[in-house]
Structures are given as C-alpha cells and as structure tokens.
C-alpha cells in the first residue's frame, strides 16, 4: 500500500477513535465537598488517539502473510500434545491453592470468581463453541439458577444442596423454553434474540416485586453447609459445627476455603461432563451442525432436537453457578445479571478459542484478574474486551489457543 493512502487510512482510524475517546475517555467526575465536579481527561484522548494512528500505520508496514492452514500456531501445537499434562498440572495447583504459603484470603476469593467464570465459560462453549448457536443473553440462565435457589431458601426453606439441582432443572426447562420458538434462526437473528431474552428476564425480575423483591432482590440467602455442619461459630439449634465437629479453632476464613472447593468441584464436573459430551454422538452431532447445517440434515441429524439439547444443557449449567454465585454473597438482585455478564462470558470463549477447555481457563483467569491490576483498568473493562475481541477476530478468528482436534478417531471407533 503506498505511504499516502496508509497515511490517510491511519488519520481516518485516528479520527474514529477521537470520535470514540472524547465522550467516554475525556471527561472524569469527582466529589468535591459534598457535590460532583466534572473534571478533563484530554491527556487520555490525545494518547489514544495517536497509539491508534501508530498502530494503522505500523500495521500497514508490515507485510502481509497468509496463514498455511496445514501448520497450526506453535502455542496450539504445544497445547494439543500436552493438553493431559497441563490438565494435571492445572488441577493439582488448584486443589493446593489455598494452601500456598501467599495465598490469602484475597486471592482464594478471587480465585473463586475466577472458576465461577470458568464454569459459565464451559456452558457457555457448549452452545457457542461446539453447537455454533451464537448466544447473547447467556446471563439470563444464571440469573433464573441464582433467584431459583434464592426464592426455594426464601418460601420453602431449603439448603443449597436442595435446591441446586431444582435451580439447574429450572434453568434447563427455561432454556429449552427459549429454544423452542427461535429453532429457525441463525447468526444474528439468533443472536438478536437471545440478547432481547436476557433484557426481558432482567426485567421480570426488576417489575415482579411481590415474588422476587424487585429493585431490592433477595437477601439473608443461607451458606451451603459440609455434611450438615454449618462454618459458622455457633450452629442453630444446639448443633454441632465444622470446626467443633471435627476439633480445631473456629476461623472465619473455612468459609471462603470451603466455598472455594465447593466450585471447583461444580467446574470439574462441567469439565468432565463436557469432555464426556463431545465423545458421545450427542457432541458429534453438535459439530456436525456447526460445521454445516445442511450437511447435518443430509446425514439423518435431527437439529431440532440438537438445538434444544445444546440449550438445555447450557442452560442447566449456567443455573448451577447461578446457585452457587447466590449462596456465595447471601444476596442477588437484578443489577448483578446484566449484559456486562454474558458480553464477559461469550468474550472468554472467544478468545480462548471455540471448543477449546483449556483455552477457556486461560481466557477466564487473564480476563477476570485484570481489573484487579488497578482502577484504570477496572474502569474500561468493556473498552479492553471489545479492543481484545477485535484483536482476536482479525488475528486469531478461532480463538487464542483453538487447535481443532477430532472427538472420534478411527483407531478408536474400531475398538
């Protein structure tokens, strides 16, 4: 490309991102004695807008390579011969986490969010990653799963382990429910449709205050308990508790201990599921109707009924952590189920790599520990995922560590 038009298409992408920076990067808000100060970031726009000038035209120096479809990326290649090996290695640092001599109770919490994101990732690629149903309102199965077991604690008064499976269950049948009407739809209808779903349970759950609580949700949810043995100082009713049960000190970090294991366990589980799932015709048939749907109907599949077992198995494993989340805070409310969270979710599969597990892991612990780092980039979190997802779509379109390896081999199918 000559110098003039790389220089012309350079200020242009320049100019779309001053339009872009100026009202969401320029202006800042303050307290200043009791009242809101609007303050000036004109520092930060400049910045972005020549990193962006930069960065098109150092992009259109570069020459261009076409990608040799037959050598996968080093990074794929060495993921794929040691996928078994990392898994292993992976586990086994997870179980010994709260254990390390610098964990913390800070960072065991974190790490909990962190395999809460894990899990929806997993769900979440079921229907994305393996099925190629573009889902935008992923965020409404975890909200029907965390107000199940809120609503079940609050009317029936049943324990987390009660009323998870209901809360899975509930958010499968919801799943399917949404399935039902939209089987025809693809690509961006689909994806339309999913998003206005989400919306509608977010507002359901707003507007229907007399059975949900509204504005207000749903608080005093009770803590899942080991065996019946609650990690609490004292236990109702004259009971026993944890750590008098078994004789050793009380010390409020059990709780957060526990919470921890209770979710990976809930993640191992996902992850074993799925694996399980894609070996089965079940998960064969869902990549097969990614692949080409047509096909897919040519060879006897029936999508329909693929579709719909895609959904509910997504769903259901959405309203799992939906549980788990409500029973970690001991409250929910609608403001904690908005888009942010499936644009989160679907941004961990994308840039893990469609049907890739162990790509989602890696996507989940960069994308949730990053706004830890500090409050700028806590602030522009959406700003970073979109700048990331775009990244990923003109680089890397399937994903940062997608490497497509069969579910089936013939040396296997003739056993």
Do not use: C
């Not at 390390?100 to 229907?127: E, H, K």
């Not at 097969?288 to 259901?316: H, W």
């Not at 961990?348 to 890739?356: A, F, K, Y």
């Amino acid at each position: 490309m000559p110098l003039a038009q790389l220089a012309k298409n350079s200020a242009l992408a320049a100019l779309v991102a001053l339009a872009l920076a100026f009202p969401l990067a320029g202006f800042d808000t303050n307290q200043v004695g009791g009242g809101t100060v609007i303050g000036t970031r004109f520092s930060w726009v400049a910045i972005a807008v020549v990193g962006v000038f930069v960065g098109r035209f150092a992009l259109g120096l570069l020459p261009r390579r076409r990608a040799s479809r037959s050598r996968p990326p080093v990074v794929s290649l060495f993921l794929a011969r040691h996928q078994r090996a990392l898994g292993w290695i992976g586990l086994a640092l997870a179980v010994t986490w709260p254990f390390m001599p610098f964990s913390s109770r800070y960072l065991v919490d974190l790490a909990t969010t962190v395999l809460i994101y894990i899990m929806l990732g997993w769900g979440l690629n079921i229907v994305v990653g393996l099925a190629g149903l573009l889902n935008l309102g992923y965020v409404a199965f975890y909200a029907v799963g965390a107000y199940a077991f809120a609503l079940s604690a609050q009317y029936f008064d049943l324990s987390f382990w009660e009323a998870l499976p209901i809360a899975g269950t509930l958010a499968a049948a919801v799943g399917i429910l949404l399935a039902l009407p939209i089987l025809r739809l693809r690509g961006d209808y689909l994806a339309i449709v999913t998003l206005g779903f989400g919306e509608i349970i977010r507002i359901i759950l707003i507007n229907w205050g007399s059975f949900t609580g509204g504005p207000n949700g749903v608080n005093d949810i009770p803590r899942p308990t080991f065996f019946g043995l609650p990690l609490t100082p004292t236990a109702p009713g004259g009971g026993k508790t944890f750590a008098q049960f078994f004789g050793i000190p009380f010390n409020p970090s059990q709780r957060i201990v526990f919470l921890y294991f209770v979710i990976l366990v809930l993640a191992l589980a996902t992850n074993f599921l799925t694996l399980r799932l894609r070996r089965l015709p079940l998960g064969r048939a869902w990549e097969a109707l990614r692949e080409d749907e047509i096909a897919s109907r040519a060879l006897g599949i029936n999508p329909t009924n693929v579709k719909l077992s895609a959904f509910a198995i997504g769903a259901l494993l959405a309203g799992f952590a939906g549980a788990f989340f409500a029973t970690r805070l001991g409250f929910v409310s609608p403001e904690s189920f908005t888009f942010q969270e499936s644009a989160t979710v679907l941004a961990i599969v994308v840039l893990g790599g469609m049907g890739s597990q162990l790509g989602i892991v890696v996507a989940a612990i960069i994308l949730v520990t990053l706004p830890e780092f500090g409050r700028e980039f806590a602030q522009f979190r959406m700003l970073l995922f979109g700048a990331a997802m775009v990244g990923i779509m003109i680089w890397r379109p399937r994903g940062l560590f997608a490497l497509r390896t069969p579910s089936i081999r013939l040396g296997d199918a003739q056993r």
